[in-house]
């Protein structure tokens, strides 16, 4: 055999010791670049950047796991609870309660703000009272909007209470629709129209830090990241937003980062979804300049 060809030969040998254990991956990488999205998605926002004439997108942070809690046939409740660390290792605790009507609009607010080291607080739902266990006070703000708060004492019965249960272990968490976790077999307001791959998932058979064969993370899990487009049906027009989705190789099914719990009141005009893992509840609802129509 020639010298040349031997030399051509070794070439090649080592072009296809480094390219071979990635060819899927330069091929993935090269498929993306021609799957290109249709223009009628481009104006797809997320679900917080939603941009339309008639319906807005409100978001309340829902908190510790707070759910949310039905007080009539037109009023829901939100709590909303934080806790955040400061510099000097004291918190600072926010609380929060929203009443929302059937517009989707807040028609009242409770708030408390304090410092853990200066104040000495613990607010508690329990039926129809907000209770600060720490200042052995209470209010009726849920039964008639007054924040007046009065010694515990008033209760009764409670006032010797140690455990007040929270509001959680009461019957009026809210009665979700279906949750989009099945939302391709079970569509009901919401509809996945269009799924785009963004991104190749699986990497280099090769370790870059190393230069070694056969010892980089081509052994982990692969796949796309990529974009899912909904419709959402209201009752003036259909609105849509977009949100990250990873899609399994090869079988390409696709795995939402996070699911919503549906809420559509009874002759109301909007729709909330709560992404209960996260804490976060969107209400989109009809702009004021629209309420009245």
């Not at 070439?11 to 021609?34: F, S």
């Not at 399994?248 to 559509?264: A, L, M, S, W």
């Amino acid at each position: 055999m020639k010298k040349g060809t031997k030399i051509i030969l070794w070439i090649i040998g080592i072009i296809a010791v480094i390219i071979l254990p990635d060819a899927n991956l330069y091929y993935q990488r090269y498929k993306l670049k021609g799957d290109k999205l249709p223009a009628i998605y481009k104006s797809y926002n997320t679900i917080d950047s939603v941009k339309d004439d008639i319906y807005e997108v409100l978001l309340i942070d829902g908190g510790n796991h707070n759910p949310v809690i039905q007080l009539n046939d037109t009023t829901i409740m939100i709590i909303y609870s934080a806790s955040q660390e400061t510099k000097d290792g004291s918190r600072e605790e926010e609380n929060s309660w929203y009443k929302i009507d059937l517009k989707g609009q807040i028609t009242d607010s409770l708030h408390y703000a304090y410092n853990d080291r200066k104040e000495n607080h613990n607010y508690q739902t329990f039926k129809n009272h907000i209770i600060d266990l720490g200042d052995s006070t209470y209010n009726t703000w849920i039964l008639n909007n007054d924040k007046t708060n009065r010694p515990l004492e008033k209760l009764g019965s409670d006032k010797n209470s140690k455990e007040i249960l929270p509001y959680q272990e009461e019957d009026r968490d809210l009665k979700y629709e279906d949750s989009t976790y099945d939302i391709d077999k079970n569509p009901t307001y919401i509809h996945r129209k269009y799924v785009k791959k963004d991104e190749w998932v699986g990497h280099t058979f090769w370790d870059s830090r190393t230069f070694s064969y056969g010892s980089g993370n081509g052994s982990g899990r692969i796949g796309w990241y990529g974009t899912s487009y909904f419709d959402v049906k209201m009752p003036k027009k259909t609105i849509h937003f977009k949100s990250p989705v990873e899609i399994e190789y090869p079988e390409e099914g696709v795995r939402d980062r996070f699911t919503y719990n549906i809420y559509k009141p009874k002759k109301g005009a909007y729709l909330m979804l709560s992404d209960r893992q996260n804490n976060r509840h969107y209400i989109i609802r009809p702009k004021l300049n629209q309420v009245s129509h």
